[in-house]
């Protein structure tokens, strides 16, 4: 017998927790087939992993990348960190369902995030549709499709419109939900700080939960808060899972936000553990950063998002509700990042425009100062109405004692809430955990600070994942499962991404393998696209 891979003298971490052992290991078919001390046998290819680790492929909980895959499909930045399943149709952004009558109205939401949408002929509809489109294009990795509550919400009925829907409304979103799931959906998202979900009230999330759960699927969320309101939108989402009987919910990278909330992560992972006691299965997921990032307009109160991207720009150019807009951010119920962090905290990472390219990666403090501007309101005001609503930030908002804490719980695992892109300057400045997330933790939070031990962290980004997930045949090293493989240098991996110069690949990760091909051999990412579309396992 001939095998189509076999690395030999690698030491083994099995993804499971347990500690490292040495053994080869043979693929044949896209499958691991044989794990033994010693194994002298013919391969096509053979791999020397002496004086490194063979683990699975990392499993990204939480991740944007479904939004670059109609146009760019090799999410470079993804395969260098050993990313060989990622999750998509995260903080409640799919793109599916769209049904014709919304296509224009989700364009124009989705030309904030990357302007090309506006030229991107979507074909699809539904979500089985799209799916089927998602199996044609050439990807290197496996994806995992969660079906966004915006979606449903825009598709549904109530759209952009801050109220309850009408029962009529309601129903039409619980089909487009059964859809979405009998398709092959593994649950539902949400990311209640953004519009339209943000006006979504409790009970409406709780009724839609419920027809997850009738599939058995999960809840993934950004909760409503991160800051002040953490503790209760940790609350209010246990109650979801629970009053709608959903088998397992995941809080979206877990973080504190904001320096006078620091330290509240001891309460808000009380209330995971206690959940779990209770029967009430609950984990999250986290990037190791002290900065966040998400989209500008974000920054702005959810009134002003009532309507759609249109009627935003109207009422940025329009002074009386620039002045409400300033007077709401002394408010703290809702999610505030100016009024938490600071305009020196908040740094523009992506524009679209050529007006402002030189101003990305400097804090909205700084351009001020740069342009010549009165103050960061009109600096903010600018940026916005030049971007037409798009653009993205990232925010100085966490401290390392709270990543710490939540690291090492035993509730967490780890996801980029990045997108895999090729380290292309025109870009612009993204987070550099699009790069470094998995060889950050390996290299800094592993081998020179040792907050985890090196198979526990692995765990965290393998088979706890896997098993989060319901994948069954993937997350470990054993005999007749998928062979997803990374083969890096523990003494070398490491991250390069900055904020200053966040487009550069990790070290130390020569080696990795999806589905029995190679796509990246001896630092290089050649052009092989072995990943699947999967869909939940029933
Ligand atoms: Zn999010």
């Known amino acids: 017998m001939s095998y189509d891979i076999l690395i030999k003298n690698g030491r083994i971490i099995d993804g499971a927790g347990n500690p490292w052992y040495y053994a080869d290991v043979a693929i044949k078919d896209g499958k691991i087939v044989k794990i033994r001390p010693q194994l002298d046998v013919i391969a096509t290819k053979i791999i020397d992993a002496n004086g490194l680790i063979v683990c699975p492929g990392f499993i990204d909980l939480h991740s944007h990348t479904d939004f670059i895959l109609p146009f760019l499909s090799r999410v470079e930045s993804f395969i260098r960190q050993g990313i060989t399943t990622c999750v998509v149709g995260m903080c409640g952004d799919s793109l599916a369902p769209i049904p014709p009558e919304r296509v224009d109205d989700a364009k124009k939401l989705l030309c904030t995030i990357n302007p090309a949408f506006a030229n991107l002929n979507i074909s699809w509809n539904t979500f089985e549709e799209y799916l089927n489109k998602m199996e044609k294009v050439r990807c290197p990795l496996n994806l995992v499709f969660f079906v966004g509550y915006n979606n449903i919400r825009l598709a549904g009925g109530a759209a952009f419109e801050n109220r309850l829907p009408t029962n009529k409304e309601l129903e039409s979103m619980k089909n487009y939900l059964a859809e979405a799931m009998e398709a092959g959906a593994f649950g539902m998202s949400t990311g209640l700080i953004y519009s339209p979900q943000v006006y979504a009230k409790t009970e409406e999330l709780i009724e839609l939960a419920k027809v997850v759960a009738k599939y058995r699927g999960l809840y993934f969320s950004h909760i409503r808060g991160e800051g002040k309101t953490l503790i209760n939108a940790v609350k209010e989402f246990i109650e979801i899972i629970e009053k709608s009987g959903c088998i397992g919910g995941q809080i979206a990278h877990h973080k504190v936000s904001g320096k006078i909330y620091w330290g509240t992560s001891k309460e808000s992972l009380r209330l995971i553990e206690e959940a779990n006691s209770r029967g009430i299965n609950i984990s999250c997921d986290q990037y190791p950063y002290t900065r966040g990032m998400t989209s500008l307009s974000t920054i702005l109160p959810p009134w002003v998002h009532e309507g759609g991207v249109d009627k935003i720009l109207e009422r940025l150019q329009n002074s009386k509700d620039r002045n409400r807009i300033k007077n709401e951010t002394r408010n703290e119920g809702w999610e505030n990042f100016i009024h938490e962090n600071g305009f020196e905290s908040i740094y523009i990472s992506t524009v679209n425009t050529k007006k402002w390219k030189d101003i990305e990666g400097k804090n909205i403090a700084e351009i001020t100062k740069i342009k010549g501007k009165i103050d960061g309101w009109e600096t903010l005001f600018e940026i916005l109405i030049d971007e037409k609503g798009g653009g993205t930030m990232t925010i100085e908002s966490m401290c390392e004692e709270d990543i710490r804490r939540i690291m090492t719980n035993r509730y ?32 800094k939070y592993v081998r020179e600070e040792k907050v985890l031990t090196l198979e526990e962290a692995i765990r965290k980004m393998t088979s706890f994942p896997a098993q989060r997930l319901g994948l069954r045949d993937r997350g470990l090293i054993r005999e007749d499962l998928w062979a997803d493989l990374v083969i890096f240098d523990p003494n070398t991996v490491i991250d390069i991404a900055t904020y200053e110069n966040p487009l550069q690949y990790p070290e130390g990760i020569p080696h990795v393998i999806v589905n029995g091909i190679i796509i990246v051999e001896n630092n290089k990412q050649n052009r092989k696209y072995p990943g699947r579309v999967l869909r939940r396992p029933t």
């Open 412 to 443: 967490q695992m780890v996801g980029t809430d990045g997108i895999g892109v090729p380290a292309n300057p025109s870009f612009g400045k993204f987070h550099p955990r699009f790069f470094g997330t998995y060889p950050r933790i390996l290299g």
